[in-house]
């Protein structure tokens, strides 16, 4: 199942058209694409039966963001070993370092983005998980039964920011305004033949710049749930931003950034595609 916010209202996605939930559940759910997660299983279990009318054509750029208002944003860092290398930081073990991207940063997948003026702001493209089910002390072998699903994410990091002293602003460095674009929908982790090798690229005006594969992964979306649950509660409709491979301007000789005009594509086997175009302020 894809599901997916059209012009701020809940759609399920099948074959290139949308769904309206509230008109089709007769009003069982309602139109805010954040609330479904609240009510998810039995969402999923109407979505699996019902047969709803076939929908409407759209435009991908009326998409917002799936999930555009989380209680808690979990972003992940250095959980790809070439990336921790290109970044100059050894491998995490036990806990990676976590942060998070501030709500008003999340945008939905097909956006234009302001630069920062003076700043040197990246890319990262990110599998993110959407958590379904409150999640605390979770076993990692139970950890798929809490995801609802996975989208695309893009941590798009200014650096400067990010990096000034005297201790690193992590979390405001990666929240300026349509830094955090997901998309284009949310898939159930059974669309996929294994929802734990997913490829994942970018690329910047037409040149691949990353690829890697989500088996990759230091701490796998299982093992994340795990370890965040452990900590604290997370939440129906959270969102776990679970990392980016090697490739990012920040570890590149010369260093690169993006600039006004380039366009940004980020892709996650299965899933789709986010598209970012940059202008200056």
Excluded: C
Excluded at 127 to 144: H, N, Q, T
Excluded at 244 to 259: C, E, F, H, K, Y
Aim: net charge negative.
């Amino acid at each position: 199942m894809r599901i997916g916010n059209l012009g701020g209202r809940l759609v399920i996605v099948r074959d290139g058209r949308a769904v309206d939930v509230e008109r089709a559940s007769g009003g069982r759910f309602a139109a805010d694409p954040q609330a479904v997660y609240g009510d998810w299983e039995a969402f999923r279990d109407w979505a699996a039966s019902a047969e709803p009318p076939g929908g409407a054509a759209f435009d991908p750029a009326e998409l917002g963001a799936p999930v555009p208002a989380p209680r808690q944003v979990f972003a992940i860092g250095l959980n790809y070993r070439e990336h921790a290398a290109e970044s100059g930081f050894d491998v995490p073990e036990g806990l990676p370092p976590v942060f998070t991207k501030f709500a008003t940063s999340i945008t939905g997948p097909v956006t234009e983005v302001t630069l920062p003026p003076g700043g040197h702001t990246d890319w990262e493209v990110e599998l993110v998980a959407v958590i379904g089910r409150p999640a605390r002390d979770v076993a990692e072998d139970d950890a798929w039964d809490h995801v609802a699903g996975l989208t695309v994410g893009q941590d798009i990091s200014e650096r400067v920011t990010q990096l000034a002293g005297p201790a690193p602003q992590f979390s405001l460095g990666k929240s300026f305004p349509g830094f955090a674009p997901t998309g284009p929908w949310v898939v159930t982790p059974d669309e996929f033949d294994d929802p734990d090798d997913l490829e994942l690229t970018a690329a910047i005006n037409g040149e691949e710049v990353q690829k890697g594969h989500t088996r990759e992964l230091i701490f796998s979306v299982p093992l994340l749930v795990a370890r965040l649950s452990a900590v604290l509660p997370l939440l129906p409709g959270d969102l776990v931003f679970t990392g980016t491979p090697a490739g990012v301007g920040l570890g590149r000789d010369p260093q690169r950034w993006l600039a006004p005009g380039d366009e940004l594509v980020s892709r996650v086997e299965g899933i789709g595609e986010l598209r970012q175009r940059f202008a200056s302020a």
